[in-house]
């Protein structure tokens, strides 16, 4: 049995200190790079797909592949939903089978929005045996059905302990001054922030915008606490490279390259997480 819940990785690597990375999907190869990746390096792995992308794979077709694979695998890895907005995108992650999701509600008006509606939701999640990752503060970088970028806000390490007490989420998603996607300055991690919220909450720490980082800052974010790193860009960008590299690939060879890119990107993420040889 290689499908597993996210708590149960991300408690032993909490526990042990070491990031398990959580990657998006859309497709076969996407998924089928990462558990290559995750079985090459003995790493336990995270893999899903996002609300945002659902118009590449509907969630009903992405789900049973999602964990199907899972099963087949040779390491634990654990099926989640990431960053979804809307209740009835959360529902159907549920019914799928996905064993954790993300509400992200650094979107709602205000903060007892917020509070209300993950509460909400882990009450349903919790009845149904999956669990639950929230976001307190907003990473940014995403841009919402308008086309606008979300706006980056730190996350304040008591309103973190109040937040995980009033709404019961599983884990935390932190801003701590990453944001999605491509960079355009280094970033600057504000890594007393994040010892100060590690100090304040027991839940596992989730670190969002893992793409651009430096390999010190993969360090240092996981020294500091964080179990679970997100990574999509890059391995995406990987993919981009192997195909423009051969522009005179057939289809299906230019497939086999994508693939195997992303393995190779998603394999050294695993390594830099430390997470590498814990399977
Ligand atoms: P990047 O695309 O910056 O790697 O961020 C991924 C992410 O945080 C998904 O939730």
């Given at each position: 049995m290689s499908l597993y819940p996210m708590g149960e990785l991300l408690r032993d690597a909490q526990k042990k200190r070491y990031g398990i990375g959580y990657f998006n999907t859309v497709n076969l190869e996407m998924v089928r790079a990462c558990i290559r990746a995750a079985e090459a390096c003995r790493a336990p792995i995270i893999i899903g797909t996002a609300e945002a992308l659902l118009p590449y794979a509907e969630l009903e077709w992405i789900a049973p592949v999602l964990l199907e694979q899972a099963r087949r695998a040779k390491v634990p890895v654990a099926v989640h939903l990431d960053h979804a907005y809307h209740f009835d995108v959360l529902m159907r992650a549920l019914r799928c089978g996905f064993g954790s999701v993300m509400y992200d509600g650094s979107r709602e008006a205000s903060h007892a929005d917020n509070v209300a509606r993950s509460a909400q939701l882990v009450r349903i999640a919790h009845a149904m045996g999956a669990g639950v990752e929230c976001e307190l503060g907003s990473v940014g970088g995403l841009s919402d059905e308008n086309g606008r970028a979300d706006a980056v806000v730190y996350t304040e390490p008591d309103d973190a302990r109040t937040f995980l007490e009033e709404t019961g989420a599983d884990f935390l998603a932190v801003s701590i001054g990453t944001a999605h996607g491509i960079y355009t300055a280094p970033p600057r991690l504000d890594l007393p922030r994040l010892h100060q919220i590690r100090a304040a909450v027991s839940a596992p720490l989730v670190l969002h915008?893992?793409?651009?980082?430096s390999d010190a800052d993969f360090q240092a974010t996981v020294a500091g606490g964080i179990c679970k790193i997100n990574v999509f860009t890059d391995v995406i960008l990987a993919a981009k490279q192997a195909l423009c590299a051969a522009p005179e690939n057939t289809y299906l060879d230019a497939v086999k390259a994508a693939e195997a890119a992303m393995a190779k990107a998603v394999e050294d993420k695993l390594c830099l997480f430390g997470s590498a040889g814990r399977a």
């Open positions: 915008g893992g793409s651009g980082l």
